[in-house]
């Protein structure tokens, strides 16, 4: 008896695995049904509902492309009064807590920030900086004997800004930051050029000085900053343009104040929102800064979370939040039918980019050594593996086209810096196989792979970093590309690398690996146009240890006096991505789309750069989100 | 007893610091560090390696070892480089949620396991029983990964009756009753996540230890006198059964630590298991070996609490 009951059980066991393991293989295949079916109906409802501004290309409904994209909010009806709007922080961590501008190192930090403070600054759309936000700005030469280049910066700040507990910001504020960060005891990672180049601020980082000789306090509302070298870079990002509360924070010794409570649980600041309630690494609630410089707020409140990307979808579909700080582009196919929102899409500004080994970093001399000797030393190798692959194709396979080929390394958000007229290598392989049979790469031992110039063996090592479900098969693609040109690529080690150890050995330390000969990278650019920083001869984070007299002479060049002249500015960094398309010390392979999911509820947003909108305009035109139907 | 207790308890001390050890070295094997992450071009890579020079990282390891388990030893784990502030203090924010957590798994675990164990072992090999293993076999074969997604899919997403991340709903004010019934709700789900299938140890401990129970002389003595079934069961064999399950009471803290680990990244419950995931992926080594530390810790002590409490039930395993 005892034995039947066991053997059932045995029996039973066996077949509730069994349904178990077909419950995940049928819910896997419904998914990928689903997806395949619905696509082009939902499509057609979006065409109904949106008019021209249906994201969907006709053609091929799984493809889409960023001009298809609007980055403003279509206002469908009035604003209520009030309103609490919920607002999803997109991270796979928690926001790390150090609520000041001039404290922060993590990204979700920074998007917290940016609800209850701003910038004293405004930006443009080519990102410089105008007279519309909290303070105006002149500038004005400044020659002595020692500083023949100098400039001075005068700034005021408007009446009626003020921080959260009714203080005016005044100009101590503003110098105060330029205090703490050139402090010796400064904990953080801002210190920098943009803060050296200010007279009298290195002896004072030294410690050798009690105050910054070059910042002035002329009045309440009138600061004036002397640099030492006048610069482009400066009106495009170059100046600290966030003011600290002097009035609450002074008495804190600098190393200390990034535990303080005044960062960590209730941080004034002087946008919208105020800080209402802070739970550590999960919410924030703001409520409305009545006093706000550009009028009161809108909204009443505003609920900041932060989701999960795996559960992003499905808190937008229920309307647990009304929009997110950036949405997961692989997650937008399946969902570009979502009813309850609007898509908002621009380029980022990043791109990614396939980078060849020439050289190491000399540590003592801190500059980059060229190599010739090295293995990817001869430009038409270059050249040819450029032409080898199609990054068009890559942008459709792999991302739906929410990536696309891309041409130079100054990228399109630039405007006219960004030079569209220059022909860059694109997908031809003839093309790439003529230039390695000119340059002298033959298959001299007919296995159908290539040898060097000298009729060794070549086999390029490749370093990729592992993340997301394309990093594998795009990497598997590129390397087949090659091959079908007759050339041996391998994953360094046979394997994708962690972040961490991809970038050790890449050599973001000085320490490169020498058998890593070429790698796929990818930079964010950040606001201020001039590549010096990535691509200069003294610069750690020039990972090719590319460098060359042009090279250095265009990079000084663009961020020299003359270059206040934009249009010079502009002839030179076309010049110098002309070079980069020549030289091809690295080559650009795709630009992205960032999208921005929003709520039909929400009136009043853009996400477009420059754009005059504030955050206090935003509203919402019911109490409840609209929910997803379908 | 107290005898093998301070025995017991002088043995944990080699073990913890062979521990500290591993971590420490594992930890700074680790590529990268906390900086790596911090590649920007805006950002000024000469200031990067000042504050790693700052941070003493190009040190020997046996100097930063040596420092850091000074600190440790007066409680003092450093400064998190992530969150910029001491570590004993992050990490007393995300372990009173761990706590709380562990403790609502707990309960579930035992309510769930100590009714069907019962069942299981008085009524033993019939349809009822067999039901009841296949339950514990089946929780013992799934992973809790998975499990736990489907139950976030299920009752957070489709059904919507539970929060679906967080530790408490956002502008609710601390120490008000709203307050702690949202904490508790949110705890509910991933507690009964971790419970449902973790539960097959105390049952099946429990279903043998009863059916071992009902054959002794004593109970057939306790039925000899009359005494009635729901009496045997409740008083005579329940008591006896229930000694084993204390005694792996301390172990249930190592399987809790496990899970939670999952089951906080799962519902993006900021407890201790998602502090140290992150805390690796983003090289923020102070947090990483100061959690594990205290991971490991909390399984040697229920170890040893295992231990005392079953010497305490069962004099025969006390060394002498």
């Not at chain 1, 609520?99 to 920074?110: H, K, M, Q, R, T």
């Not at chain 2, 339950?135 to 997604?149: D, N």
């Not at chain 2, 680990?261 to 090289?283: A, C, D, H």
Request: proline content about 5%; aromatic content about 12%; some cysteine.
């Amino acid at each position: 008896m005892s034995k039947n009951v066991t053997k059932l059980l045995f029996a039973l066991m066996l077949a509730m695995v069994l349904v178990l393991a077909a419950c995940g293989d049928k819910d896997t295949a419904d998914n990928g049904n689903n997806n395949n079916n619905t696509e082009d109906p939902a499509n057609n409802e979006n065409n109904e509902d949106n008019g021209e501004e249906d994201p969907a290309d006709d053609e091929d409904s799984n493809l889409f492309s960023i001009d298809d994209f609007s980055q403003s909010k279509n206002n469908e009806g009035e604003p209520i009064e009030g309103g609490t709007l919920n607002f999803g922080l997109v991270s796979d961590t928690v926001f790390e807590g150090t609520l000041n501008w001039n404290f922060y190192s993590g990204a979700p930090d920074a998007e917290v920030i940016g609800w209850f403070d701003e910038s004293m600054l405004y930006m443009d759309d080519t990102f410089t900086y105008t007279n519309e936000g909290p303070a105006e700005f002149t500038t004005e030469p400044y020659e002595t004997d020692e500083y023949p280049n100098g400039v001075t910066f005068t700034f005021t700040i408007k009446d009626g800004v003020k921080w959260h507990d009714g203080e005016p910001v005044k100009a101590e504020d503003w110098a105060f930051s330029y205090e703490v960060i050139g402090h010796p005891d400064y904990p953080g990672v801002r210190y920098g050029p943009d803060f050296s180049g200010i007279i009298g601020m290195e002896e004072y980082n030294a410690g050798e000085a009690d105050s910054i000789s070059g910042i002035e306090i002329v009045d309440d509302k009138t600061l004036k900053i002397t640099y030492k070298e006048s610069q482009p870079s400066l009106l495009t990002g170059g100046v600290w343009t966030y003011a600290m509360p002097k009035h609450l924070f002074k008495d804190i010794p600098v190393a200390e104040m990034q535990e303080h409570d005044l960062v960590r649980k209730n941080p004034v600041g002087m946008g919208p929102f105020k800080v209402k309630q802070i739970t550590p690494g999960e919410s924030v609630v703001y409520e409305k800064f009545a006093d706000y410089w550009r009028g009161e707020p809108n909204l009443d409140e505003v609920v900041l979370k932060v989701i999960a990307p795996e559960v992003v979808v499905q808190a937008l579909q229920t309307g647990e939040v009304d929009m997110v700080d950036s949405f997961p582009t692989d997650q937008f196919v399946d969902n570009a039918d979502m009813s309850n929102v609007e898509w908002l899409g621009q380029t980022d500004l990043a791109y990614t980019y396939i980078g060849f080994k020439l050289g190491h970093w000399d540590k003592e001399e801190k500059k980059v050594v060229m190599d010739p000797d090295k293995k990817m030393a001869d430009v038409n190798l270059r050249r040819a593996m450029w032409y080898a692959v199609d990054n068009n194709a890559v942008g459709e396979q792999f991302y739906n086209g929410l990536r696309w080929n891309a041409t130079t390394l100054i990228i399109p958000p630039f405007g006219d810096y960004h030079n569209s007229e220059i022909e860059t290598p694109t997908y031809n392989p003839d093309e790439a196989k003529k230039i390695l049979d000119e340059a002298g790469y033959l298959d001299v031992d007919g296995d159908g792979i290539r040898e060097d110039k000298e009729g060794n063996e070549l086999t390029i090592n490749f370093a990729t970093m592992s993340g997301g479900d394309v990093a594998e098969p795009l990497a598997q693609y590129y390397i087949q590309s090659w091959k079908a040109v007759g050339l041996n690529v391998e994953l360094i080690d046979g394997r994708l690398l962690e972040f961490n150890a991809f970038y050790d050995r890449v050599g973001q330390a000085g320490d490169d690996d020498p058998n890593i000969d070429i790698y796929q990278g990818a930079w964010g650019t950040g606001s201020d146009v001039n590549p010096y920083g990535l691509y200069g001869p003294d610069q750690l984070f020039n990972f090719p240890r590319y460098e060359s007299e042009k090279n250095s002479e265009l990079l000084e060049a663009g961020n020299s006096l003359d270059a206040f002249d934009t249009d010079y500015r502009i002839d030179i960094y076309r010049q110098w991505q002309e070079l980069m398309v020549e030289d091809i010390p690295v080559f650009p392979t795709l630009y992205r789309a960032v999208l921005i999911p929003v709520n039909n509820r929400v009136v009043n947003y853009t996400i477009e750069r420059g754009a005059n909108m504030g955050l206090h305009e935003l509203g919402v035109t019911q109490e409840e989100p609209f929910t997803h139907e379908g | 007893m107290w005898k093998f207790s301070v025995r017991r308890i002088m043995i944990m001390i080699p073990q913890l610091f062979v521990l500290s050890v591993l971590i420490f070295v594992l930890a700074k094997m680790m590529p990268g560090d906390a900086l790596s992450g911090q590649i920007d071009p805006n950002i000024d890579p000469a200031r990067i390696e000042e504050i790693r020079q700052e941070m003493g990282w190009y040190d020997p390891w046996h100097e930063q070892y040596a420092r850091w388990i000074g600190g440790v030893i007066q409680w003092d784990f450093g400064q998190s480089f992530r969150f910029k502030m001491p570590v004993t203090e992050l990490m007393g924010q995300r372990i009173e949620n761990s706590f709380w957590l562990s403790l609502v798994t707990l309960i579930f675990t035992y309510l769930i396991a100590i009714p069907l164990g019962i069942t299981s072992g008085r009524y033993n090999d019939t349809l009822r029983d067999s039901l009841i293993t296949g339950y514990s076999y089946l929780g013992f074969a799934t992973p809790i990964f998975i499990f736990a997604l489907v139950m976030l899919w299920v009752f957070g997403f489709q059904l919507g009756w539970f929060p679906t991340s967080g530790s408490v709903t956002p502008g609710l004010v601390p120490g008000t009753f709203d307050y702690f019934v949202s904490k508790v709700y949110h705890l509910i789900l991933p507690a009964l996540s971790m419970a449902l299938i973790t539960t097959y140890s105390t049952i099946q401990y429990l279903r043998n230890e009863i059916i071992d129970t009902k054959q002794k002389d004593f109970i057939l003595l306790a039925r000899a006198k009359g005494a009635s079934e729901s009496r045997v069961y409740n008083r005579h064999i329940f008591r006896n059964s229930l000694l084993p399950i204390a005694a792996f009471f301390g172990f249930e803290i190592t399987t809790l630590i496990g899970g939670s680990i999952f089951i906080e990244n799962i519902f993006g419950y900021p407890g201790m298991g998602q502090l140290l995931i992150e805390s690796i992926s983003l090289r923020d080594y102070s947090v990483v070996t100061a959690t594990t530390l205290l991971f490991g810790m909390a399984a040697v002590l229920g170890a040893l609490l295992s231990d005392i409490i079953l010497s305490i039930v069962d004099p025969r395993i006390r060394i002498k």
